[in-house]
């Protein structure tokens, strides 16, 4: 069950982290580690501490205690906005568009760590081509989109950062069935062109579907790792999650 | 240049040459002249106030804290050293700047509205210490700038309203440009997306706590200097009013969300309204009922946020798109 990330290049390692809002932890050390190409999924019940979790990574929680390690960087004393300018882009659970910027400008915000404008215009082209549906929609506002362009228009904006790891929190939540679909075609293109992918999923099945490994977290801790493939047939994930 | 572009340049143009020929047909001491100063610098002002609390809604309530230090400082250097205003009001610029920086320090990291709580305690705590320290600042009587009719230029003094009237005026549009300099750079677009998600800015990399801290300077060394042309075209000024809330921070708040925050032509159209209403309202009504424009200040705050909370600008900016609209059909 303990799988060793000792022969593969490790991108992201959590080790012991307890981390929460206030005077209590939500998460009981947690660990956890994603190789680099890799796609993780984090599954498990409402309140078992994904989003959490994924908040402590990129440095939107107060309190947090154990050990971050980005390409061997520490992540617990910086500021988000460092975080981000290491290249991880967390798109937040809730599409936190910026409603009032048209999707040009939304897009254009994710991309200030971009030196030049060219280089600016090149990740712009490639969020296009994942998302052709943004390029047609431009100009419009993104506070008048649907959920799932919103959606588009939030990874796409993480996507401009040109990330080498997307952090992608609750993105099926409250999209019809086709979005969703859709959407996670889209995640597996981007872990194709070489991002390294975690993502938080309350959809168990297509979050297995996706991914290659995952970890099932419950109470704030982990409780089941293993290959994706793996828990798809595993009888506690089968009854407790899947319905099966 | 597309017509809409065209209009945007054209329009403010105008307005600005209608504001330098107006004084001319005017008294230059006389009442009218004076209330359009009162308007100039109070959009100036609200202009000052918008750079932080309309692009990144970080609605302060102590800004007469700035505009006090300003006007304190150079009155006091002025008075005490004879110091020119012209070189006292960088002073206040500096000193104004250092206080926002030791309170942006713990206020920053606050959100709404326990943000403008610690702003507006801030304030009065300026006006507290400008009643006390009364060696420094005169106390409660209040502090007069010496006249110096001799001295012409140097002391920012003149015989008639009309070149303060000027003055206000250079200083509107030198605020104005500040202001629309940022909100169309990529300052300005951080700032904006603080006030839309501030949590998806710092996940995209904006240094949510630098950019504010920026923009509150860059409003406190405006509102400042501001601070010091008001000491100066009023002669007298004593710490209730000029570190007033209702007087100075909420009047200035309030131009700006009536006219349209976050909007160049918010804080225009918020001083067009708000001085020539007060003006008629102290006239009609006189001071027989103590307070009253206060608690007109805080009923019409309550009415816009709650039918409007885009302001006044949104107004004309929905008629435009109707008259669009009807050319099209």
């Known amino acids: ?244 | 240049m597309t017509r809409a572009e065209t209009l945007s340049i054209a329009l403010p143009a105008l307005v600005v040459l209608a504001l330098i020929i107006a004084p001319l047909g005017l008294d230059p001491y006389g009442y009218t002249l004076r209330i359009l100063c009162l308007m100039l610098l109070f959009c100036a002002m609200g202009q000052a106030w918008n750079i932080v609390g309309g692009l990144a809604n970080q609605i302060s309530l102590g800004h007469a804290a700035y505009f006090g230090i300003g006007a304190y400082s150079s009155t006091i250097l002025f008075g005490s050293f004879g110091l020119s205003p012209l070189i006292g009001v960088f002073v206040g610029m500096a000193l104004a700047a250092l206080f926002a920086l030791v309170l942006s320090l713990p206020t920053l990291r606050l959100k709404g509205h326990y943000f403008a709580l610690a702003t507006l305690a801030a304030g009065e705590v300026a006006r507290v210490v400008a009643n006390s320290w009364t060696s420094l600042t005169g106390g409660p009587v209040g502090i007069s700038v010496p006249y110096r009719p001799d001295a012409g230029f140097w002391a920012l003094q003149f015989q008639t309203v009309l070149p303060n009237y000027y003055l206000f005026l250079g200083a509107m549009v030198l605020v104005s440009l500040v202001f629309w300099r940022v909100q169309t750079s990529a300052f300005g677009y951080r700032l904006r997306a603080i006030k839309e998600n501030e949590t998806a800015a710092e996940v995209i990399g904006v240094n949510t706590y630098r950019v504010k801290l920026h923009a509150s300077l860059l409003s406190a060394v405006l509102t400042a200097m501001l601070g010091t042309l008001y000491a100066q075209f009023q002669f007298f000024f004593d710490p209730d009013t000029i570190f007033g809330v209702a007087t100075i921070s909420v009047k200035m708040a309030l131009i700006v969300i009536l006219g349209g925050a976050g909007r160049l032509y918010g804080p225009w159209i918020g001083a067009a309204v708000i001085i020539p209403l007060e003006e008629m309202a102290n006239s009609y009504l006189g001071n027989s009922i103590a307070g009253l424009s206060q608690f007109a200040y805080g009923v019409l705050l309550i009415v816009v946020i709650l039918l409007n909370p885009r302001g006044l600008i949104s107004l004309f900016e929905s008629l435009r798109d109707r008259l669009k609209r009807r050319q099209r059909a």
């Open chain 1, 1 to 244: 069950m303990q799988a060793t990330a000792s022969h593969t290049d490790v991108l992201l390692e959590i080790g012991e982290l307890t981390a929460g809002y206030g005077a209590q932890p939500v998460l009981h050390g947690i660990s956890l580690h994603v190789a680099r190409h890799e796609f993780v999924a984090v599954i498990g019940a409402n309140t078992a501490g994904k989003s959490t979790l994924l908040r402590a990574i990129s440095g939107l929680l107060p309190q947090c205690r154990g050990r971050i390690a980005f390409e061997g960087r520490d992540l617990t004393r910086m500021k988000a906005h460092q975080i981000a300018g290491l290249g991880i882009a967390h798109v937040p659970e809730g599409r936190h568009v910026f409603p009032e910027m048209t999707v040009e400008e939304n897009l254009r915000m994710g991309a200030f760590s971009h030196a030049d404008r060219g280089a600016v215009q090149q990740a712009l082209e490639r969020v296009f081509e994942l998302f052709p549906r943004l390029k047609e929609r431009r100009a419009q506002y993104a506070g008048s989109m649907s959920g799932g362009e919103q959606q588009m228009v939030a990874v796409g904006r993480g996507m401009m950062l040109e990330p080498k790891l997307l952090i992608l929190d609750e993105p099926s939540l409250g999209l019809a069935p086709m979005v969703v679909e859709e959407m996670h075609q889209r995640f597996l293109d981007i872990h194709r062109s070489g991002v390294t992918v975690l993502l938080v999923e309350q959809n168990v099945s297509l979050a297995l579907h996706s991914a290659e490994r995952a970890y099932v977290m419950a109470s704030g801790a982990i409780e089941i790792e293993g290959s994706a493939r793996e828990l798809l047939h595993d009888d506690r994930i089968r009854k407790a999650y899947l319905g099966i």
